[in-house]
């Protein structure tokens, strides 16, 4: 069955577009990304880009461009629980290099990689603007800061519940 939209999502797809003068609908790119990464399993397959693009009338190339820039879509399968770690300077010199190895060694996957139970996905990612609360990582929506070994393992156990 081809990629499509739902009917809301479509509607709330044509919402987003007239917000923006005519000639500029690129600029609702980003979020129709957003909405066509949780409609379609959390990722977005190279059969949901092309849909994407022909939704807004795009190129596909213009559609690959920004999903593979942005660390905030994901380009294949991802876990129910994707921990973000900034590998950025301000989070390295604070320990994140590692807390990405502690997590590693904790779950047992690398960086990109999700645990087959589909639970965990690790990504590194660069700087989500938060470098005062240094290490830090991106759960969805939710900052997790000031990271150590026990916070981890704190996470890791609420993310199991």
């Known amino acids: ?15 987003l577009v007239a917000r923006y003068p005519d000639g ?45 820039f942005y660390s905030m879509y994901n380009l294949k399968p991802v876990g129910k629980n994707v921990f973000e770690v900034c590998q950025t300077g301000p989070c390295m ?13 904790k779950l047992g ?9 589909g639970l965990f996905t690790l990504k590194t990612v660069e700087c989500l603007g938060a ?8 759960m969805g929506k939710h900052y997790r800061e000031h990271l150590t070994r026990e916070k981890v393992d704190q996470i890791i156990a609420e993310s199991r519940k």
Not at 1 to 15: C, G, R, W, Y
Not at 95 to 103: L, N, T, V
Not at 109 to 117: E, H
Request: aromatic share 8%; hydrophobic share 40%.
């Open 131 to 138: 470098c005062g609360y240094a290490p830090m990582m991106q």
């Open 24 to 68: 500029k609908h690129k600029s609702a790119l980003l979020p129709v990304l957003h909405l066509a990464q949780d409609e379609f399993g959390g990722w977005l397959s190279l059969e949901t880009l092309d849909y994407v693009a022909s939704v807004l009338n795009l190129s596909p190339i213009e559609v690959y461009e920004v999903a593979t």
């Open 109 to 117: 996957i690398g960086p990109g990689q999700t645990t087959a139970d």
């Open 93 to 105: 010199l604070n320990g994140s290099d590692e807390i990405i190895a502690y997590i590693r060694e």
């Open 1 to 15: 069955m081809p990629v499509q939209f739902s009917d809301t999502t479509l509607a709330e797809v044509k919402k």
